[in-house]
């Protein structure tokens, strides 16, 4: 892809070059976002123009649409876009419908936040703008939902959500004498490991699991030693578990961290603990990473975001209790 058709592009979905930038990471941006917006319109491909397999009564084949991707990445010259959690993302986030092996696109679905309107189930030459991989359109917001109804997030807070939680169990058997049972931290700074805590003091809660990952407990301390409560799977699958795990941080006065710092068309993120898979999926699908040479962990956890989409991110992470630091 040519530094003009580049220019072109970028000008029609509003990706411009910030001061923090080299050309290099600028293109990558434009990339990342033209691959997402082509696998979305992969969905509405014709069946006279593909393989009779391929594309049949709206939907497409799982292949056509991993095949387009990574035909893509390679005209666009570019090895680092992991076309896998692309889809992935867009899966989660309900923008791709997933059914035996069967591909399709969901219904028309806006939100509107501050002066921009996400849009899901739409055909992606409609794009005005793009942040990440989530298409921005005019829509006005007379035509939208809520994003937190759009995306499956929560709408209330993150303690009044562990004051619900925490109706739904009581710590009053022993826990297991294990040699294999790890503490979350949470007093600690982050940088001292997640599950490098110790066992509940009399009076306190921590959340515990073995370290293969099969159970999960939430531990109390007591004049009578330490009692536990099994979560259920669900509970933890999928590292849900990291719901509860911000709850607790925010509990014992040592909540997680998120800095910001705005620019001309673009806000760069940086926070300390990632979120919940909901919350986590949202964000990275409506973001681009910061720096390719983190590990990819750290991608995750450094991110930018038009600058449209900051008021939105900015109470996200509060209602999530992170502290907000500025830039």
């Known amino acids: 892809m040519n530094k003009a058709l580049i220019s072109e592009i970028s000008k029609v979905l509003k990706i411009l070059r910030e001061p923090y930038e080299d050309d290099a990471a600028y293109q990558w941006r434009v990339k990342y976002s033209v691959i997402g917006l082509q696998i979305l319109a992969s969905l509405y491909d014709k069946n006279n123009d593909f393989p009779a397999d391929d594309v049949v009564d709206n939907s497409v084949s799982h292949q056509h649409v991993t095949v387009r991707a990574s035909k893509l990445a390679q005209i666009f010259g570019v090895s680092d876009i992991d076309t896998g959690r692309v889809l992935k993302l867009y899966k989660a986030t309900g923008f791709i419908l997933s059914k035996r092996n069967r591909l399709t696109y969901s219904q028309p679905t806006f939100s509107c936040v501050g002066e921009v309107c996400l849009a899901r189930g739409v055909h992606p030459s409609i794009a005005i703008g793009i942040s990440g991989l989530c298409m921005l359109t005019n829509h006005s917001a007379n035509d939208g939902v809520a994003t937190e109804k759009m995306f499956n997030l929560p709408t209330i807070g993150i303690l009044q ?116 898979p909901a919350e986590q999926n949202f964000l990275e699908l409506c973001s681009w990473r910061k720096d390719e040479n983190d590990v990819p962990y750290r991608q995750r956890l450094r991110r930018i975001i038009t600058i449209g989409l900051s008021p939105a991110i900015i109470a996200l992470f509060e209602k999530m209790g992170y502290l907000i630091e500025k830039g």
Do not use: H
């Open 161 to 276: 959500w562990f004051e619900r939680f925490a109706k739904t169990f009581v710590c009053q058997k022993p826990l297991p004498d294990k040699d294999d049972i790890e503490y979350l931290n949470i007093n600690e700074p982050v940088n001292k490991g997640y599950w490098s805590g110790n066992p509940p003091t009399q009076g306190n809660q921590t959340l515990c699991r073995t370290t293969d990952k099969l159970n999960y407990w939430i531990a109390e301390g007591t004049s009578d030693g330490v009692k536990c409560a099994l979560l259920p799977e669900w509970r933890t699958r999928g590292s849900e578990y990291y719901r509860i795990a911000i709850a607790m941080r925010v509990l014992a006065n040592n909540p997680p961290r998120m800095r910001m710092k705005k620019y001309r068309s673009t806000a760069v993120l940086e926070y300390n603990y990632l979120l919940p």
